[in-house]
Nanobody, 121 residues
Framework: QVQLVESGGGLVQAGGSLRLSCAAS????????MGWYRQAPGKQRELVAV???????NYADSVKGRFTISRENAKHTVSLQMNSLKPEDTAIYYC???????????????WGQGTQVTVSS
């Protein structure tokens, strides 16, 4: 069974920084894209940043220049460095991985349980 576990959320003042980490565990053959999504109260879940196994990245316009996504393929981990945080970044952040479990014939999406990020003004 594949699991994704996030860590690193918390409370920070506007202008501060946080680093989120996510580790995938289980019998994994490979992971294609890994990414971070967020969901604020009353809003739909939205993409924050995604990175492919080759290192290509894509960011939401709202976080470009402030957030940086990175990954370590051998460790099945992905991180999100968040700088210059704003109150509107407050949300639950979810890790996502497009995973091919060992012995499975297809990739599927797995999600972490979410970690709360709160930015005070």
């Amino acid at each position: 069974q594949v699991q994704l576990v996030e860590s690193g959320g918390g409370l920070v003042q506007a202008g501060g920084s946080l680093r989120l980490s996510c580790a995938a565990s289980g019998i994994i053959f490979s992971i294609n894209a890994m990414g971070w999504y967020r969901q604020a109260p009353g809003k739909q879940r939205e993409l924050v940043a995604v990175i492919t196994s080759g290192g290509s990245t894509n960011y939401a316009d709202s976080v470009k220049g402030r957030f940086t996504i990175s990954r370590e393929n051998a460790k099945h981990t992905v991180s999100l460095q968040m700088n210059s945080l704003k109150p509107e970044d407050t949300a639950i952040y979810y890790c996502n991985g497009h995973v091919l479990p060992y012995g499975s014939g297809r990739y599927r999406d797995y999600w972490g349980q979410g970690t709360q990020v709160t930015v005070s003004s």
